[in-house]
């Protein structure tokens, strides 16, 4: 892309603190939710965006940016104002249209329609396309029309010109980075403390070798915060340990539940 | 939910609508407008331009998309500033339609229409000052890894600083330049073309940019459009007239290109560029000479460009708070005394044989307070009935195809003129102030003031290129 992430709108105006997010979501999430709720909403709606996106045959990144907009939105944003399932599907069309891949929004909502009925037959999408166009707008109109985003993929790739992982440690870093986008992580750290993280988690896990180079000496010599690299890969841990009581065919019902809580607020 | 609404001060959104007065109607074209406004709460005058959307169902266009994205990412003192953007939504019958406004600061001129404006000419350091400046601009650009693709003299906004910007992202895109994808050729107004595009390319690079700074400089010069081709056709032959004939030494590979028979017809022109330029100076004339040449990779990038001797002999380039305050001059200022032309043409035919003056009021520089619109609005008479000129190139409400391949228009022109990218056969009427500019569309060619919606079809995807290979992966 034309800038660099240092000058990008997503480190100067949309990196959160930890503490700012974890507010956020104590005051608007936590009166009706566990923590692990919130966590399993997390996973849902990106393993939904990520069904999307395999249907449409995007390309990881797409599907990446597409999970940071959901994000964006909800941070301000309850479920309850817009539907999750309306805004995943918009997100996804807005973001094929960013990263260059465009579909026909016919083709958006038939997929995404296809994708929830595939998650839960009772999931109700009575939407039809000039909502999407619509609640795009809405979209947009909330993202400041800042619609660059960076991703940690690629500068994995690009540290992996420098140690030369085996495939199945790469293979484990870049799955690992696709579960990242589950957590708050992106919203908190600049993709590069996310990479690391997750090359830090593939050695743990897979035991592999960093090429010739010592590892520690190698993640030391890196320049990046580890104490930073380490709460990532907390997050990591927590979130697959919660992963261990997911199940899809609950989620349906805990959103309804959760949209009705709020109706009944609001 | 107002209740979720907590961290207001990070997540503002955009402006709303009502935040900007309207004013006056900067440019028209088929698909959109754009308006002067001012910011009530600031009173800062920023020009609204008004996003397009062919189709309500189909939200933002993907060429929208993309000018926002690059707008967004680019920041230099030579790149318009997309300084806000606004949604609004107007519920009409139970559906909602939303208009997007993107928000630039306004700016006093753009090059056409002060080149065109008979009261102001530009002096050789002021060429100096404005073409280095779109030089800095484009190399920022092209270093940022985009093509503009749609360079030429009413895409360029000038302030009565003396500071130059580059707008009008709608046709650029960002590439990468180990890529070598096929592009889509349906790319830059015919007067700005590139001969390379002209003979069918599409692994055209940042060079195609440099090709229209060459055009706008020799524009600077001249004091109109250098190239004025009436079809692609023409336009090659006009091309070739001053730059030469194609040969295996200007230009290597230019046997390779698709369209490369139609230039065999033609008969073999010398270059003679130089000698064309020589009474604006040896400098000159020789930058112009690197800028307009044949074959793309021998033209210099931008950053080269700015190193060239031109720019560092007397006359310098004048200082920015030296320029001369010039009154407001768009396109559409034009286009609107041409209107009212139109309609009282008849009564005062006499006066058309007057030649067209050029009185430099370099000398008497107004006041920077005094910007006083009324010295040069519609109802002056001094403009109301001057000849029609061959070189204005007239463009009714977008329709016709003057400056063709895209249509007409500039920045503020909306986005009327990539109405007609795939028109090759059109014939523009130039010149003449029709007075029924509505019905002037050119039978000849493949033109539709809606064609766009024709593209529509596969125009989602391929954006403006139709079905360009540009914007699938």
């Known amino acids: ?266 | 939910m107002s209740d979720l609404r907590r961290d207001g001060k990070r997540f503002v959104g955009c402006s709303a609508f009502e935040d900007y007065e309207l004013m006056t109607k900067l440019g028209q074209g088929t698909f959109g407008e754009v308006h002067k406004a001012v910011h009530k709460a600031t009173g800062s005058v920023v020009a609204l331009k008004r996003v397009l959307m062919h189709n309500e169902k189909e939200g933002l266009p993907i060429t929208a998309i993309r000018e926002i994205k690059l707008l967004k990412s680019l920041r230099h003192p030579n790149i318009v500033p997309l300084s806000d953007m606004l949604v609004r939504h107007e519920s009409q019958g139970g559906t909602v339609t939303p208009s997007v406004y993107m928000v630039f600061p306004y700016m006093d001129h753009d090059l056409t229409g002060l080149l065109e404006n008979p009261k102001i000419q530009l002096r050789l350091e002021h060429i100096k000052l404005y073409l280095r400046q779109l030089l800095e601009g484009t190399a920022y650009l092209h270093a940022s890894r985009v093509m503009h693709r749609d360079m030429k003299a009413s895409n360029l906004l000038l302030n009565n600083d003396g500071r130059l910007y580059i707008a009008d992202f709608g046709l650029a895109r960002s590439f990468n330049p180990d890529d070598k994808k096929d592009l889509t050729k349906c790319v830059v107004t015919r007067w700005y073309r590139p001969p390379e595009l002209l003979l069918g390319e599409r692994r055209y690079n940042t060079s195609i940019d440099i090709w229209g700074i060459g055009c706008i400089f020799a524009e600077m010069l001249v004091g109109k459009p250098v190239f004025q081709g009436s079809s692609d056709i023409d336009q090659i032959e006009r091309v070739m007239r001053i730059c030469g004939s194609p040969t295996s030494s200007l230009w290597p590979a230019w046997r390779d290109l698709p369209d490369c028979k139609q230039v065999e017809e033609f008969s073999s022109y010398p270059r003679r560029v130089r000698e064309e330029f020589a009474r604006f100076g040896e400098d000159a004339a020789e930058l112009l000479d690197q800028l307009l040449q044949l074959d793309p990779r021998r033209r210099p990038d931008a950053a080269t460009a700015l190193k060239h001797r031109f720019f560092f002999t007397a006359p310098f380039p004048a200082r920015p708070e030296d320029m001369p305050k010039f009154e407001h001059s768009h396109e559409f200022d034009r286009r609107l005394r041409q209107q009212h032309r139109a309609q009282q043409g008849q009564q005062a035919p006499a006066h058309s044989a007057q030649p067209r003056q050029r009185q430099g009021n370099m000398s008497q520089h107004s006041s920077p307070g005094r910007r006083d619109s009324n010295r040069y609005s519609r109802r002056d008479d001094s403009y109301g009935y001057r000849a029609p000129r061959n070189d204005a190139g007239w463009e009714g409400q977008g329709s016709s195809a003057a400056t063709a391949g895209s249509g007409g228009g500039g920045h503020y022109r909306g986005e009327s003129r990539r109405s007609n990218h795939n028109n090759s056969g059109a014939v523009p009427s130039r010149g003449a102030p029709s007075r029924n500019h509505n019905n002037n569309h050119n039978s000849g060619g493949s033109y539709h003031p809606y064609s766009r919606t024709g593209d529509r079809a596969n125009g989602a995807y391929g954006g403006g290129g139709g079905k360009g290979g540009d914007g699938w992966r």
């Not at chain 1, 395999?54 to 597409?66: D, F, G, H, P, W």
């Not at chain 1, 249209?97 to 595939?118: D, F, L, M, R, V």
């Open chain 1, 1 to 266: 892309m034309a800038a660099n992430y240092w000058e990008s709108s997503q480190f100067q105006r949309f990196l959160l603190t930890r503490y700012e997010l974890a507010e956020i979501e104590s005051i608007h999430m936590l009166q009706h939710l566990t923590t692990v709720d919130v966590t399993h909403l997390k996973i849902y709606f990106s393993n939904l965006m990520l069904r999307i996106g395999k249907r449409l045959r995007a390309r990881q990144e797409t599907i990446a940016t597409a999970i940071i907009y959901f994000k964006r939105f909800y941070i301000n944003n309850s479920l309850y104002d817009i539907d999750p399932y309306l805004m995943a599907a918009t997100c996804m069309y807005l973001a094929c249209k960013t990263e260059e891949c465009p579909h026909h929004i016919k083709h958006i909502w038939g997929e995404s329609k296809a994708a929830i009925a595939e998650v839960s037959a009772d999931i109700k999408f009575q939407y039809e396309i000039p909502d999407i166009a619509e609640c795009e707008s809405y979209l947009l109109e909330e993202m400041k029309f800042y619609l660059v985003v960076y991703h940690p993929y690629q500068v994995l790739i690009d540290l992996n010109e420098h140690i030369k992982l085996p495939k199945s440690s790469l293979q484990a870093a870049w799955s690992i980075i696709n579960d990242s986008y589950c957590t708050n992580a992106i919203l908190i750290y600049p993709p590069h403390v996310i990479a690391v993280a997750s090359l830090f988690l593939s050695r743990v896990i897979d035991q592999g070798i960093l090429g010739d180079l010592d590892a520690q000496q190698w993640f030391a010599d890196l320049n990046v915060d580890i104490t930073d690299i380490l709460q990532v890969v907390n997050d990591m841990i927590e979130l697959y340990h919660t992963w261990k009581s997911y199940a899809d065919d609950k989620i349906p019902d805990l959103v309804q539940k959760y949209i009705a809580d709020l109706a009944a607020v609001a």
